[in-house]
């Protein structure tokens, strides 16, 4: 439980904490947060999954239902995503600008 805090509920709550201290500082690279948090995604997936190699491969078949779970969570997580577009009013889409940092 205590990783869970760690790696879920403080970044969480850091990044909320930065967002409503510092909303404009913070809205001005939009464009990279998935970005870094892809990256980030990829460093904590490889760290877990990491060490238990030897593990997972041991699981055999099951593991390929295993990977089938979470594509198909992760889908499902996208399909909400894209649901909810509906019911909500937003930007349609968040635009480049090369100079922000000049703003």
């Not at 869970?4 to 404009?24: A, E, H, N, Q």
Request: glycine share 8%; hydrophobic share 55%; proline share 7%.
């Amino acid at each position: 439980m205590p990783e869970f805090f760690l790696i879920v509920l403080v970044p969480t709550v850091d990044v909320v904490w930065l967002r409503t201290r510092f909303p404009s500082q913070v809205s001005r690279l939009d464009f990279a947060w998935p970005a870094l948090g892809s990256v980030l995604h990829l460093v904590l997936l490889l760290a877990v999954v990491g060490p238990n190699g030897a593990t997972i491969i041991g699981y055999g078949c099951y593991a390929i239902v295993i990977a089938l779970a979470a594509l198909t969570l992760n889908l499902i997580g996208y399909a909400v995503g894209m649901t909810a577009k509906i019911f909500t009013k937003g930007p349609d889409n968040l635009e480049f600008h090369p100079n922000f940092l000049e703003n």
